[in-house]
């Protein structure tokens, strides 16, 4: 997979990850009228500056099509790209290179899932803290082609360990409620939401927190670690009265 250069920022940028939105030098480009053109440019921007064959693009994105018209399909969604490009004064062919065989995006791309894979591979908090905002939703969400669906829980998972990794890095709340609205299971999480009610003086909030853990991992057959009920075992015999008047958060399930 081509990889971007620090020293030279992409032309391209593509948002993949609860919208879709290309841009070339900062100018937003009308999107794809088809959800598989959308996909279509995604591949390709995956792929750029490789010369990718049209029986490939056809066996991924109209594999059950007859011959004739996954190409006419094909065709027609290379064109949607075009007409998006002229729309937002760009010369397709300085960005979409096309023949009887093969098709290539021509220039570097900036994609919101590779920040979220690069971030994973380094440890900047910086690059972490921008790829979990740049995360607004799933990879091309009401697409189902095979590809897009695979790509789309691949992507999830990566998420969801940049998540993790927050969470026991910076054992920020907001990290954990999101992890555990994907990961329910998660000890950690529960544990970083706890800390930030203890600290805060809420200790029924806490408590509450606790039992939720213990009962999410009741059921898949778990239990808490020893450190866990170590940490917080004795917590609710801890809540003084005037706890019983706050307000107990909800953790996403």
């Known amino acids: 997979m081509a990889r971007l250069s620090a020293a030279a920022p992409a032309e391209c940028t593509l948002a993949t990850l609860g919208s879709f939105e290309l841009r070339i030098r900062?100018?937003?480009?009308?999107?794809?009228?088809?959800?598989?053109?959308?996909?279509?440019?995604?591949?390709?921007?995956?792929?750029?500056?490789?010369?990718?064959?049209?029986?490939?693009?056809?066996?991924?994105?109209?594999?059950?099509?007859?011959?004739?018209?996954?190409?006419?399909?094909?065709?027609?969604?290379?064109?949607?790209?075009?007409?998006?490009?002229?729309?937002?004064?760009?010369?397709?062919?300085?960005?979409?290179?096309?023949?009887?065989?093969?098709?290539?995006?021509?220039?570097?791309?900036?994609?919101?899932?590779?920040?979220?894979?690069?971030?994973?591979?380094?440890?900047?908090?910086?690059?972490?803290a921008e790829a979990l905002a740049g995360y607004r939703g799933d990879f091309l969400e009401g697409d189902y082609d095979e590809w897009s669906a695979a790509r789309r829980e691949a992507v999830a998972n990566r998420y969801e360990e940049l998540l993790a990794r927050a969470v026991r890095s910076t054992r920020a709340p907001d990290a954990a409620k999101k992890l555990l609205a994907r990961n329910p299971y998660d000890e950690e999480a529960y544990a970083a939401l706890i800390d930030a009610e203890i600290e805060g003086g809420r200790y029924l909030s806490a408590a509450h927190i606790s039992r939720q853990c213990i009962a999410a991992l009741q059921e898949v057959g778990a239990v808490p670690s020893a450190q866990f009920l170590a940490r917080y075992g004795s917590l609710e015999r801890a809540v003084p009265a005037s706890a019983a008047s706050l307000d107990v958060p909800f953790v996403g399930r």
């Open 26 to 128: 900062g100018k937003p480009v009308p999107n794809p009228s088809t959800l598989k053109a959308r996909a279509l440019l995604a591949y390709l921007a995956f792929a750029r500056r490789t010369d990718v064959a049209r029986e490939r693009l056809i066996d991924v994105f109209w594999p059950d099509a007859e011959p004739e018209r996954a190409r006419d399909s094909l065709n027609t969604a290379l064109h949607s790209i075009r007409r998006g490009l002229r729309a937002a004064d760009i010369d397709p062919n300085e960005f979409l290179f096309a023949n009887k065989t093969i098709v290539r995006w021509e220039s570097d791309v900036d994609l919101d899932v590779e920040r979220l894979e690069r971030a994973l591979e380094g440890g900047d908090a910086g690059a972490v």
